[in-house]
C-alpha cells in the first residue's frame, strides 16, 4: 500500500522530521528561561513534555502515515497533490444536461400520457435490438393502457407454451401476463445480429446508467460527426456521451419516425423524451406512490418529532425551573 | 375545564371506552389524511396521471 503513496506524501513525512529538532532546540531555549522565572506551574510542565516527548511523535507519526495510508487506498490519490493521466476527459463521456423532467420534483408523477408514447416509440424503434424482459403487458395496464388495448397488443404476438400432453411446445397468442418479448433468442445471437455489442436489457438502464435519464436522453439527441482527429472504426458511431465516445448504436430517432395517436409532433426531441420517461417507468414502476407515500410519511414524522419535543419539555420543566437554597446550619458552639 | 371533565367522563373513564375511541379516531384519521393528501396530490399532478387521460382511450365501462 506504501508503494502507492506519492513521493511528496514522503517528503512531507521527512519535513514533519525536520522539524523536531527545531523543536528541541526551542525547548532548551524555554527550559532555560522556566529556570529564572520564580514560580512554575506544573500544568505547562506536562504540556510541554505533552509536545515533546518521544511518544507524542511516534504516535502523531504513526497517526498522520496511517491517516495517509487510510486515505489513498479509500480513494486511490491524495487531494491536493497533482496527478497526471493519460487519457483525456473525453473518454469519460460528456457529462449530460439536467433536464427538466416532469417528475422531478419532490411532488411530481409521472406523465402518463408521455409514457404511452414512449412506449410506441420503444415497440416501434428500441424493440427491434433491445429487449425489456422484465416488463409484462399486465404492467402496462393502468398505467399508459386499458385492459382491452393492453390484451389486444399481447393477442398480436406469438409466445411459444407448452410442453402440451402429447409432450410437445405449442405456439399461442399472448396474455396479459406475458413478459415483452426479446428481439434475440439469447445473447449471442444478439451480439452476432449487432457486430458483437450486446444491446442492453432496457428494464432498468435509467438505474444503470450514471445520470439516470439525462444521460440516456443526451445519448440519444447526442449524435454528431466525429470531430477532428477522432478516428471511429467501422460500423461504430460517435456519440460524445458515451464513454470513449465510439458506439456501436446508430442514431436511431429521426423527426417523424413514428406517428403519435395523440397528435404530438413527433421530433426527435420529443420521442426521445417520451421513451426515456417511460424508461424511467419500467426502472421505477413504484415511483408514483413512492413519492405520494413520502409526502404521508414526511408530515407524520414532523407532527410526531414536534409533538416529542412538546413532550420532552414538559417533563423537564419541573428540572429546569427548580431553584436550589442552601441553609447554613446554626452554630450551635457559640 | 367542564370541556376537559366531559371529555374524561365520556372518553377516558372506562378503559373499553378509551381503547376503542383511540382505535376508531386512528382509522378515522388515516382515511381523512389519506383524502387530503390524495386531493394534493391529485391537484399537483393534474392532467399527469392514468386517471386524468383514461377517459380518451376507454369508450365504454371497462375493468381498468
Same mark, same amino acid.
Given at each position: 500500500?506504501?508503494?502507492?503513496?506519492?513521493?511528496?506524501?514522503?517528503?512531507?513525512?521527512?519535513?514533519?522530521?525536520?522539524?523536531?529538532?527545531?523543536?528541541?532546540?526551542?525547548?532548551?531555549?524555554?527550559?532555560?528561561?522556566?529556570?529564572?522565572?520564580?514560580?512554575?506551574?506544573?500544568?505547562?510542565?506536562?504540556?510541554?513534555?505533552?509536545?515533546?516527548?518521544? *511518544?507524542?511523535?511516534?504516535?502523531?507519526?504513526?497517526?498522520?502515515?496511517?491517516?495517509?495510508?487510510?486515505?489513498?487506498?479509500?480513494?486511490?490519490?491524495?487531494?491536493?497533490?497533482?496527478?497526471?493521466?493519460?487519457?483525456?476527459?473525453?473518454?469519460?463521456?460528456?457529462?449530460?444536461?439536467?433536464?427538466?423532467?416532469?417528475?422531478?420534483?419532490?411532488?411530481?408523477?409521472?406523465?402518463?400520457?408521455?409514457?404511452?408514447?414512449?412506449?410506441?416509440?420503444?415497440?416501434?424503434?428500441?424493440?427491434?435490438?433491445?429487449?425489456?424482459?422484465?416488463?409484462?403487458?399486465?404492467?402496462?395496464?393502468?398505467?399508459?393502457?386499458?385492459?382491452?388495448?393492453?390484451?389486444?397488443?399481447?393477442?398480436?404476438?406469438?409466445?411459444?407454451?407448452?410442453?402440451?400432453?402429447?409432450?410437445?411446445?405449442?405456439?399461442?397468442?399472448?396474455?396479459?401476463?406475458?413478459?415483452?418479448?426479446?428481439?434475440?433468442?439469447?445473447?449471442? *445471437?444478439?451480439?452476432?445480429?449487432?457486430?458483437?455489442?450486446?444491446?442492453?436489457?432496457?428494464?432498468?438502464?435509467?438505474?444503470?446508467?450514471?445520470?439516470?435519464?439525462?444521460?440516456?436522453?443526451?445519448?440519444?439527441?447526442?449524435?454528431?460527426?466525429?470531430?477532428?482527429?477522432?478516428?471511429?472504426?467501422?460500423?461504430?458511431?460517435?456519440?460524445?456521451?458515451?464513454?470513449?465516445?465510439?458506439?456501436?448504436?446508430?442514431?436511431?430517432?429521426?423527426?417523424?419516425?413514428?406517428?403519435?395517436?395523440?397528435?404530438?409532433?413527433?421530433?426527435?426531441?420529443?420521442?426521445?423524451?417520451?421513451?426515456?420517461?417511460?424508461?424511467?417507468?419500467?426502472?421505477?414502476?413504484?415511483?408514483?406512490?413512492?413519492?405520494?407515500?413520502?409526502?404521508?410519511?414526511?408530515?407524520?414524522?414532523?407532527?410526531?418529532?414536534?409533538?416529542?419535543?412538546?413532550?420532552?419539555?414538559?417533563?423537564?420543566?419541573?428540572?429546569?425551573?427548580?431553584?436550589?437554597?442552601?441553609?447554613?446550619?446554626?452554630?450551635?458552639?457559640? | 375545564?367542564?370541556?376537559?371533565?366531559?371529555?374524561?367522563?365520556?372518553?377516558?373513564?372506562?378503559?373499553?371506552?378509551?381503547?376503542?375511541?383511540?382505535?376508531?379516531?386512528?382509522?378515522?384519521?388515516?382515511?381523512?389524511?389519506?383524502?387530503?393528501?390524495?386531493?394534493? +396530490?391529485?391537484? +399537483?399532478?393534474?392532467?399527469?396521471? +392514468?386517471?386524468?387521460?383514461?377517459?380518451?382511450?376507454?369508450?365504454?365501462?371497462?375493468?381498468?
Amino acid at each position: 500500500m506504501l508503494s502507492r503513496l506519492p513521493v511528496a506524501a514522503l517528503k512531507s513525512q521527512s519535513a514533519l522530521g525536520a522539524s523536531r529538532s527545531t523543536f528541541s532546540a526551542f525547548r532548551t531555549r524555554a527550559t532555560s528561561q522556566v529556570r529564572f522565572a520564580s514560580s512554575s506551574s506544573a500544568s505547562s510542565a506536562t504540556l510541554e513534555s505533552l509536545f515533546t516527548s518521544r *511518544a507524542s511523535l511516534i504516535s502523531a507519526t504513526l497517526f498522520s502515515a496511517g491517516s495517509i495510508a487510510w486515505y489513498s487506498h479509500l480513494y486511490g490519490s491524495l487531494p491536493f497533490i497533482g496527478e497526471v493521466h493519460a487519457n483525456s476527459l473525453a473518454d469519460d463521456g460528456l457529462h449530460p444536461t439536467a433536464y427538466p423532467w416532469s417528475h422531478k420534483g419532490l411532488f411530481d408523477s409521472f406523465d402518463h400520457s408521455s409514457i404511452r408514447r414512449g412506449f410506441q416509440v420503444y415497440r416501434e424503434v428500441c424493440a427491434a435490438c433491445h429487449s425489456l424482459d422484465r416488463i409484462a403487458w399486465r404492467n402496462l395496464v393502468g398505467v399508459s393502457h386499458s385492459a382491452d388495448e393492453a390484451r389486444l397488443l399481447a393477442e398480436d404476438l406469438e409466445y411459444t407454451d407448452g410442453p402440451d400432453d402429447k409432450g410437445e411446445m405449442f405456439q399461442r397468442p399472448g396474455k396479459l401476463s406475458d413478459y415483452l418479448p426479446s428481439p434475440y433468442p439469447n445473447e449471442e *445471437a444478439a451480439r452476432a445480429g449487432n457486430g458483437g455489442a450486446l444491446p442492453p436489457d432496457l428494464s432498468l438502464i435509467i438505474k444503470a446508467r450514471h445520470g439516470g435519464a439525462d444521460y440516456v436522453f443526451s445519448l440519444l439527441t447526442g449524435y454528431i460527426d466525429p470531430p477532428a482527429g477522432v478516428e471511429i472504426r467501422e460500423g461504430m458511431n460517435y456519440n460524445p456521451y458515451f464513454p470513449g465516445g465510439a458506439i456501436s448504436m446508430e442514431r436511431v430517432l429521426w423527426d417523424n419516425l413514428v406517428e403519435y395517436d395523440d397528435g404530438t409532433p413527433a421530433t426527435t426531441s420529443q420521442m426521445a423524451k417520451d421513451v426515456v420517461t417511460f424508461l424511467n417507468w419500467a426502472a421505477e414502476p413504484e415511483h408514483d406512490e413512492r413519492k405520494k407515500m413520502g409526502i404521508k410519511a414526511v408530515i407524520l414524522f414532523s407532527a410526531l418529532f414536534a409533538v416529542s419535543i412538546g413532550v420532552k419539555r414538559f417533563k423537564w420543566t419541573v428540572i429546569k425551573n427548580r431553584k436550589m437554597f442552601y441553609n447554613p446550619p446554626k452554630d450551635l458552639n457559640h | 375545564m367542564a370541556l376537559a371533565n366531559a371529555f374524561y367522563n365520556t372518553v377516558v373513564k372506562r378503559n373499553s371506552v378509551f381503547v376503542t375511541s383511540i382505535f376508531a379516531g386512528a382509522f378515522a384519521f388515516n382515511v381523512g389524511f389519506d383524502i387530503a393528501v390524495t386531493s394534493f +396530490w391529485d391537484r +399537483w399532478n393534474q392532467g399527469k396521471q +392514468w386517471k386524468d387521460i383514461r377517459s380518451k382511450y376507454i369508450q365504454e365501462e371497462s375493468d381498468s
